[in-house]
């Protein structure tokens, strides 16, 4: 058994694996409840063999993670940072330095490579929504990336004068109430530019979408698409696989 860490830009996502066979899908914890109470009363009862992370530049609260990790385990585990890579599983980065792409966009092109072999449209809706393009070849295109839906609602709320920030939903489509229109502006500017790089694909291209709005996004897209709720997760599952 495994237990596979993704500290992404605002959660923590974790789960339970058989080399590449979920067993568990733990509960995601915003940040704010990273602490090393709350993380040894979750895993206290686990026995892991290998324990696989991926981090994204959160150095502080990885070093929480570590020290629960020293706490409960020490040395009787193996221990993984995940790694951007050049080249690895079928996947050719097409970033100029491969090393700046960040891990969990790298981890999620793996994932995805493994899944299908057509022409691939892959989209991280999270805290930012992140696009990246692998051809028939495992070749990375490249990618983009723009705000999320929660943070393009934030930058709002925070540099413009009387547009508030709200976590509450509303109808979609044109608005009478300065909410609502900023819930459905978000939501169309993200959708817009999914399919403005859709557009632009081979007519076969599959789009797989993953995060945490993810099924908000796609319920709102022109094109056909499949939600994978955990890409990264299950990337890191597979470089973990090969980790001794």
């Not at 509960?27 to 009862?45: A, G, I, V």
């Not at 890579?85 to 330095?97: C, E, M, P, S, W």
Request: contains cysteine; charged residues 15%.
């Amino acid at each position: 058994m495994n237990l596979l860490l993704d500290l992404g830009n605002s959660r923590l996502k974790w789960a339970l694996y058989d080399n590449t066979t979920l067993i568990k899908q733990g509960k995601s914890l915003p940040h704010s409840e990273l602490t090393t109470k709350q993380l040894t009363q979750l895993w206290q009862d686990l026995h892991p063999e290998k324990i696989g992370i991926s981090c994204v530049g959160k150095t502080d609260l990885l070093r929480c993670i570590e020290s629960v990790i020293d706490d409960l385990w020490g040395n009787t585990v193996l221990r993984f940072h995940a790694q951007t890579q050049a080249h690895a599983f079928d996947v050719q980065n097409g970033y100029l330095h491969p090393e700046k792409l960040g891990v969990d966009r790298w981890l999620a092109l793996i994932a995805a490579r493994q899944k299908t072999l057509t022409h691939t449209c892959i989209v991280d809706c999270g805290t930012a929504v992140t696009v990246d393009i692998l051809d028939t070849k495992g070749q990375h295109e490249g990618g983009l990336i723009c705000a999320g839906l929660n943070l393009m609602q934030h930058a709002l709320a925070c540099h413009t004068a009387d547009l508030p920030f709200s976590t509450q939903t509303h109808p979609i489509g044109l608005a009478k109430e300065t909410n609502a229109a900023i819930y459905s502006g978000t939501l169309f500017a993200a959708c817009g530019l999914i399919e403005h790089i859709m557009a632009k694909q081979p007519k076969n291209t599959t789009l797989l979408l993953t995060g945490g709005d993810a099924p908000l996004i796609a319920m709102h897209l022109n094109y056909p698409c499949t939600i994978e709720s955990e890409l990264v997760l299950q990337g890191l599952a597979l470089t973990l696989q090969s980790f001794k």
